[in-house]
């Protein structure tokens, strides 16, 4: 009866013997095409000139196009100068304007070439696909371009005159732009980001603008992200620590330009009581009111099991020094009154009428930002904690483990959970903490948990026993700054843990693969990527420019596309202005990870699993218009 009900309303969309003939061939047809080219991204960190060039070349893949197609008929500068245009096609357009003699001559042959690359990235899509990549202006026009038409028998004749009639009616450079965005977009089929859009660069609002409209993604929530989240949500120690973060890399534009945040009470609140109102006083200001309401909130949950972390009253003002995990530290405080004004020694963890104050117009300002709002809502629409795709674990951070190996038990409101039920709780209450009625117990208690993944001592994202925050600022010995990694740093070349975890996620250990970042290899010092054999991958190569003195090249993308797995390393990137002036790209270098046995087809995908299903209960509904159990329309 159910089947019968469900083939009723799949016939609604089907209604004649015809149309499901037809479209179990189109979806038969598709199982038979080559896998799209996923690409991976990790710890972008606010890089968007970066990121966005990276996107937008690639990841070198439209070089290699360009060699593929011309070989050694047009010279290396052209090839510079064509994949540049692809890359910056607007940009660029403006440059050959100021230095062709020709243009018209210039159009014609750009769109042949331009043609010619959009036939090479797209063979492997169905029409329908690169229909829908199509910009509606130039539907019409491209489709014509890259289409073979058997019963033209002049067919160089009938394509010149679609481009002479495009240059004569002044629609050159629109169809060029369209074009070079087309083989940007079918390039890249899928995009992964594995996490940390957020923090030290200056423009991740500028990352997430361009996500937004990005074709197909998906997003794994890095620590950086979730305590964005968090303060979107209106947890105030997440917005504590966004606004500390961004003074201390020097982004506070981030906040009050990229997003509108008003940042004058607390400017006004460090002139009074700390005499100055520079970065450096902002990042001092705000991080002893992160303390303070981390102190109450580790109070108030005492299941984060992060008491050592309560340190504000282990303070002794007289000595000027502190107990941490029962070490007396020296501090670099020469005078409380100045230094640290706000700290009372009888209640150091009280919170003053005026960051009361300050944190309450910064709540206001968090949470009715709706730049910020958006941007949030989006990363909750295409992220989560982990995901499994195409036979993959994407995670940004770790699986929790203890000192044997096993999977970490973690207690959250009074229940313990370990493995891939912790990452599912975990990330059931990080939604709870954004989406549950404001005011209500259960947000408040998400908005801790978004709190804890951030910095918790047994969060997947962080990773580490403790956040040296307070130590880094005011401890002299850099000693109590260390921070000890969770064992599952440990055991990465451990092949029983790893096939544990892929196990745990019910993946097949011979072919699956664990993709995760968030902590950057050292390729200067010889650290490698690659794990157990390439079957764990982190792909945090420092992103970031304040990483890239650490590791010595400027990031990784990993490539997955028919024929196997490569990572792109790539080295530092300058500017966008310089490749469009100079025809330079981001120089890069490939590390073959693996080679498929056999090449992979979309039948090998997780779409193709979809597909197959459908062609099943296509099938069906074929089988019951034949049988008479439905009545087909004539």
């Known amino acids: 009866m159910e089947n019968k009900k469900y083939l009723n309303i799949l016939a609604r969309q089907y209604p004649t013997e015809q149309s499901v003939i037809t479209e179990i061939v189109n979806l038969q047809a598709i199982l038979s095409l080559p896998k799209g080219t996923e690409h991976f991204l990790t710890d972008i960190h606010g890089e968007n000139q970066q990121f966005?060039?990276?996107?937008?070349?690639?990841?070198?893949?439209?070089?290699?196009?360009?060699?593929?197609?011309?070989?050694?008929?047009?010279?290396?500068?052209?090839?510079?100068?064509?994949?540049?245009?692809?890359?910056?096609?607007?940009?660029?357009?403006?440059?050959?304007?100021?230095?062709?003699?020709?243009?018209?001559?210039?159009?014609?042959?750009?769109?042949?070439?331009?043609?010619?690359?959009?036939?090479?990235?797209?063979?492997?899509?169905?029409?329908?696909k690169v229909r829908k990549a199509m910009p509606e202006g130039?539907?019409?026009?491209?489709?014509?371009?890259?289409?073979?038409?058997?019963?033209?028998?002049?067919?160089?004749?009938?394509?010149?005159?679609?481009?002479?009639?495009?240059?004569?009616?002044?629609?050159?450079?629109s169809l060029i732009e369209a074009l070079c965005n087309m083989i940007q977009q079918l390039v890249i089929d899928h995009l992964h980001i594995i996490g940390d859009i957020f923090d030290r660069g200056p423009g991740p609002h500028l990352i997430l603008d361009s996500l937004l409209n990005y074709h197909s993604l998906d997003i794994q929530?890095?620590?950086?992200?979730?305590?964005?989240?968090?303060?979107?949500?209106?947890?105030?120690?997440?917005?504590?620590?966004?606004?500390?973060?961004?003074?201390?890399?020097?982004?506070?534009?981030?906040?009050?330009?990229?997003?509108?945040?008003?940042?004058?009470?607390?400017?006004?609140?460090?002139?009074?009581?700390?005499?100055?109102?520079?970065?450096?006083?902002?990042?001092?200001?705000?991080s002893v009111i992160q303390f303070k309401i981390e102190d109450k909130l580790i109070r108030e949950n005492p299941e984060f099991e992060m008491q050592n972390r309560?340190?504000?009253?282990?303070?002794?003002?007289?000595?000027?020094?502190?107990?941490?995990?029962?070490?007396?530290?020296?501090?670099?405080?020469?005078?409380?009154?100045?230094?640290?004004?706000?700290?009372?020694?009888?209640?150091?963890?009280?919170?003053?009428?005026?960051?009361i104050n300050v944190m309450n117009r910064l709540y206001y300002s968090f949470t009715h930002c709706e730049k910020l709002q958006r941007h949030v809502k989006f990363l909750y629409q295409k992220g989560n904690l982990y995901k499994i795709f195409n036979g993959n674990l994407l995670y940004h951070g770790c699986m929790p483990l203890d000192g044997e190996g096993k999977f970490l038990k973690v207690k959250i409101f009074g229940k313990e959970f370990a493995g891939r039920a912790l990452y599912d709780e975990l990330e059931l209450w990080a939604r709870r903490g954004y989406f549950s009625r404001a005011g209500s117990k259960e947000k408040e208690m998400g908005e801790n948990i978004l709190w804890y993944l951030w910095t918790g001592p047994k969060s997947p994202l962080f990773g580490k026993d403790k956040m040296a925050c307070f130590e880094n600022m005011f401890v002299e010995d850099k000693a109590a700054s260390h921070e000890h990694k969770n064992h599952y740093y440990d055991e990465l070349e451990d092949e029983t843990i790893v096939d544990s975890i892929?196990?745990?996620?019910?993946?097949?250990?011979?072919?699956?693969?664990?993709?995760?970042?968030?902590?950057?290899?050292?390729?200067?010092?010889?650290?490698?990527?690659?794990?157990?054999?390439?079957?764990?991958?982190?792909?945090?190569?420092?992103?970031?420019?304040?990483?890239?003195?650490?590791?010595?090249?400027?990031?990784?993308?990993?490539?997955?596309?028919?024929?196997?797995?490569?990572?792109?390393?790539?080295?530092?990137?300058?500017?966008?202005?310089?490749?469009?002036?100079?025809?330079?790209?981001?120089?890069?270098?490939?590390?073959q990870v693996e080679k498929f046995p056999a090449r992979h087809y979309v039948a090998d995908t997780d779409r193709g699993a979809e597909l197959k299903e459908q062609i099943a209960e296509l099938e069906a509904l074929l089988k019951a218009y034949r049988s008479g159990e439905l009545m087909r329309n004539a």
């Open 52 to 128: 966005s060039h990276v996107l937008r070349n690639g990841s070198g893949s439209i070089r290699t196009k360009i060699d593929e197609v011309f070989g050694n008929t047009i010279t290396q500068s052209v090839k510079r100068s064509l994949a540049t245009l692809i890359y910056y096609p607007k940009e660029k357009l403006e440059i050959v304007r100021q230095n062709e003699e020709d243009m018209d001559d210039w159009y014609t042959v750009t769109l042949h070439r331009l043609v010619a690359m959009l036939c090479r990235v797209s063979s492997k899509y169905t029409r329908s």
């Open 138 to 173: 130039f539907a019409y026009v491209i489709e014509e371009l890259i289409t073979e038409k058997e019963e033209v028998k002049d067919k160089q004749a009938y394509y010149n005159s679609i481009i002479q009639t495009v240059i004569r009616i002044g629609a050159a450079e």
């Open 221 to 286: 929530w890095g620590n950086h992200d979730v305590v964005w989240m968090g303060a979107a949500a209106g947890s105030k120690v997440c917005i504590a620590n966004v606004v500390r973060l961004c003074a201390r890399y020097n982004n506070l534009d981030v906040l009050e330009e990229g997003y509108g945040i008003n940042l004058t009470p607390l400017v006004t609140f460090c002139m009074k009581n700390y005499g100055k109102m520079d970065r450096e006083a902002i990042h001092r200001a705000i």
């Open 310 to 355: 309560l340190i504000l009253d282990k303070i002794d003002f007289d000595k000027k020094t502190i107990l941490i995990d029962g070490k007396t530290w020296s501090l670099k405080i020469k005078d409380f009154k100045t230094d640290l004004p706000t700290l009372n020694p009888k209640n150091p963890c009280e919170l003053t009428d005026e960051e």
């Open 502 to 591: 892929l196990k745990e996620f019910s993946l097949d250990t011979k072919t699956a693969h664990i993709i995760n970042g968030h902590v950057p290899q050292e390729v200067k010092k010889g650290d490698s990527p690659i794990k157990c054999g390439g079957k764990l991958l982190i792909i945090d190569g420092g992103f970031a420019a304040a990483y890239h003195e650490k590791t010595g090249i400027a990031g990784y993308t990993l490539v997955i596309n028919s024929y196997g797995m490569r990572l792109v390393v790539h080295e530092k990137f300058t500017s966008c202005e310089q490749v469009i002036a100079t025809d330079s790209d981001i120089v890069s270098d490939t590390i």
